[in-house]
């Protein structure tokens, strides 16, 4: 069996921004859509917080009823059913959800409704409740009970995001990888579901998807038997990077299909030769594209073998062209700059939520001097194609968290303009 070393430290650069509380590197906006060398973004860490502990699987919760929805499993059941997701729901509406999913699972988007109308209820009541006529000690406190309120609310309608996406995965008859554990050896045993993920996107999406593949993997994208080492941390980059590309790229593509349709779509005469403002040169594995955060990030010893594995120019020669790159390249800054925008916290915290169930929680120190330590970091076995589902997994992920996001918006509003 080949072993082979890849995603070295030069891979680093798939993504950048703040390192988020479970490590990842989560940002509002994927490295891998650049503007112009003037153009900057503003590097922050995420204002919300998460559980410091996260349990594994979606499995069954409460047995609670909720609304007019009645889901119960049959009195023979024992033990907890089988796990559909890596991240496991813990408010009791996700538990209510996780119920479903494993039992009615056609039932999941009316339950969800139901629950979405609640919040919405719950909401409308405290602003109701509010009195401006309080103060001191009671004004403190109420703000106090309210803040605890509206952290609740924001946990269940993140649950009810989630539960929608597994939901999706469920309908296309695709299963979610679960959570991966180095110690069991090569962790790619899941089914191969390349060609189903493949047709939850549109023609043009899936050229530009093929793209990001060769990003990725550069002239080994066709080699499928091959395993290799790799960092695990560096893996969870990449499928948090490759989540964000997945919602920047269900975004772009449900507006080109609608110009497409309309025949209002703009003449393709922009230059195959400045694509790299668009998909992003830093997302190709190169010393010299590393973002700024992680410049001076300590060479990794995967990172020789890696980068005898893909040269820069295995990589050039699988970019094709593809209608949908020339289409957004028409953008000016400002409107690529708001779609390659995440809109919600929510959706950030399940980006990150999921990641870390998937991964685990990596051990990284940012020292003193800028550095990233992760000398803590456990590899993985994993061959070539279980890389490439991973990432297949990440994009349609992302898409769906698109579509839910949008969904949810329409009926309880969240996105913030």
Do not use: C
């Amino acid at each position: 069996m080949e072993t082979a070393t890849a995603l070295g430290s030069s891979s680093v650069g798939v993504v950048s921004g703040s390192f988020s509380r479970s490590g990842f590197p989560i940002s509002t906006r994927p490295d891998f859509v650049r503007f112009s060398s003037t153009s900057s973004w503003s590097k922050q860490h995420l204002p919300h917080s998460y559980s410091k502990s996260l349990r594994w699987g979606l499995s069954v919760g409460s047995k609670k009823r909720h609304g007019a929805i009645k889901a119960s499993l049959s009195s023979d059941s024992t033990g907890p059913a089988p796990s559909i997701a890596p991240l496991k729901l813990e408010s009791p509406v996700g538990q209510f959800l996780s119920e479903i999913l494993n039992s009615h699972p056609h039932l999941l988007p009316a339950a969800a409704e139901q629950q979405l109308e609640q919040l919405q209820i719950d909401r409308d009541t405290e602003k109701q409740k509010e009195d401006p006529t309080k103060t001191g000690t009671d004004l403190v406190l109420y703000r106090r009970i309210a803040e605890l309120k509206d952290n609740e609310r924001k946990k269940a309608l993140e649950e009810i995001l989630y539960a929608l996406i597994v939901q999706k995965f469920m309908d296309a008859n695709v299963s979610l990888v679960p959570t991966l554990d180095p110690s069991s050896g090569r962790v790619d045993t899941w089914p191969r579901q390349d060609e189903k993920l493949e047709q939850l996107h549109s023609p043009e999406a899936n050229e530009m998807i093929q793209n990001h593949l060769t990003f990725i993997l550069g002239n080994r994208l066709g080699d499928s038997l091959s395993v290799a080492q790799i960092s695990k941390l560096k893996v969870g980059q990449v499928y948090a990077a490759s989540v964000m590309y997945g919602y920047f790229l269900k975004r772009i593509d449900q507006r080109f299909q609608l110009e497409k349709t309309m025949k209002i779509l703009p003449e393709g005469n922009a230059e195959e030769t400045h694509i790299e403002q668009v998909t992003g040169d830093e997302t190709r594995p190169n010393a010299n594209n590393v973002s700024n955060s992680f410049k001076n990030a300590p060479p990794h010893p995967e990172a020789p073998s890696w980068s005898g594995v893909m040269g820069p120019g295995g990589v050039a020669d699988g970019i094709k062209p593809s209608r949908l790159r020339t289409y957004v390249m028409s953008f000016d800054a400002e409107t690529l700059q708001r779609y390659a925008s995440i809109r919600s916290k929510e959706a950030i915290s399940i980006v990150e939520k999921h990641t870390e169930a998937l991964f685990g929680k990596p051990e990284v120190v940012i020292t003193p001097e800028g550095r990233v330590d992760s000398s803590k970091d456990e590899n993985i076995t994993i061959s070539l194609g279980g890389l490439r589902r991973l990432v297949l997994e990440a994009v349609t992920f992302g898409s769906f968290l698109w579509d839910v996001e949008s969904h949810v918006d329409s009926r309880y509003h969240f996105v913030a303009n």
